[in-house]
């Protein structure tokens, strides 16, 4: 029970991201484990037009604020990783 309530509010969390706030998501759960500049490359691969680094920067806050992802180590050292 207490499962099925989360996989709901992750769900409609989801579905209130922005098509880019999703691509990002999308690409850090398919990465497993990624680098900023990493996931920034393939996101201005994936999208047609992409937002600024700072605006990205500002997406992945929200992300974890949302706890859909979680950002480990400083600036030059940070992975990102999905939440389970």
């Known amino acids: 029970m207490v499962l ?9 969390t989801l579905d209130r991201l922005t098509p880019d706030q999703k ?7 398919d990465a497993e484990e990624i680098t900023p500049p990493e ?14 680094e700072r605006t990205v920067r500002n997406y992945l806050a929200k ?3 949302y706890n859909l992802i979680e950002m480990d ?12």
């Open 4 to 12: 099925e309530a989360k996989m709901e509010i992750k769900q409609k």
């Open 39 to 52: 996931l920034y490359d393939r996101y201005q691969q994936q999208v047609e037009d992409p937002k600024t």
């Open 23 to 29: 691509t990002l998501y999308s690409i850090i759960t």
């Open 63 to 65: 992300l974890a604020q």
């Open 73 to 84: 180590g400083n600036t030059k050292a940070r992975v990102y990783r999905a939440k389970p």
